[in-house]
């Protein structure tokens, strides 16, 4: 039988050979270090929310809380932003353009096409695209008056003859140099067409009647009885004396 001091001695050596129960989920204790893929990967079996109906246009905004601008001062606040914008163009950028600048030379006698366009000054407008050309068949000096007879003829309504000027537009295109091109081809082709010697037109009469029944059109006249005269200003007086007086005496109220 052993001894009770050597029973001291073996317990602590059976308790080592003993395994210590671990609670379940959880790693053993070691003496050796593990790595990082040795731990149980928790994997939820939660299924994941699904989504909800809403707009992916629409933008959450907080409550206004007293923390920010107005959307008065927001406004305020882009106002003073372009007009520093454009400070700043005036500033630095437009002292540039000096160095583009040409002297102004007047056309020559070869240059008889005036291009008009349209601007809205940055906003955007369905009529902006629309090119006009004018130009004068007496100015096309390769071309002999029965051409230009003949010119005149082709482009009918669109001559004045008051001015002496054809005036052509288009807006078919998107982009203003589309419709400019169109232009230019097109008087291009006129100028063609007047030049062939096969027809001259000679049968065919001018025809000014837009212009004519432009002439005779009624214009706007000021009626005679609404003018001015002595009897109508003294009636005027008379009428304004008497609402004064129907006024001091208390007839009308304001």
């Not at 039988?1 to 602590?12: N, Q």
């Not at 992916?56 to 601008?69: A, S």
């Not at 020559?108 to 130009?135: C, D, I, M, N, Q």
Request: include cysteine; aromatic fraction near 8%.
């Amino acid at each position: 039988m052993a001894s009770p001091f050597s029973r001291t001695i073996l317990l602590p050596r059976l308790l080592a050979r003993r395994a210590i129960p671990t609670p379940p989920g959880t790693r053993p204790l070691t003496s050796t270090p593990t790595r990082s893929y040795d731990h149980q990967i928790l994997i939820s079996k939660t299924p994941p929310p699904e989504p909800a109906d809403s707009d992916p246009n629409d933008i959450e905004e907080k409550d206004w809380e007293g923390d920010d601008f107005t959307s008065s001062g927001h406004s305020e606040l882009l106002r003073h932003r372009e007009a520093r914008s454009y400070a700043r163009l005036a500033m630095y950028e437009m002292p540039l353009l000096s160095k583009l600048s040409k002297p102004f030379r007047p056309p020559s006698r070869s240059e008889v096409l005036r291009f008009r366009y349209t601007t809205y000054l940055g906003e955007t407008h369905p009529a902006e695209k629309k090119v006009v050309v004018e130009f004068a068949p007496r100015d096309l000096a390769d071309l002999t008056g029965a051409q230009r007879g003949k010119l005149i003829k082709l482009v009918g309504a669109r001559f004045d003859p008051g001015s002496g000027i054809v005036k052509i537009s288009c807006e078919m295109f998107e982009l203003q140099a589309q419709n400019k091109r169109y232009l230019s081809d097109l008087v291009d082709r006129l100028i063609l067409e007047a030049k062939d010697e096969s027809d001259d037109f000679g049968d065919i009469p001018f025809d000014f009647r837009h212009y004519t029944a432009k002439l005779k059109r009624p214009k706007a006249r000021f009626p005679k009885a609404w003018r001015m005269n002595e009897e109508r200003m003294a009636r005027i007086k008379e009428e304004r004396a008497a609402f004064a007086k129907l006024f001091e005496r208390g007839g009308i109220t304001v």
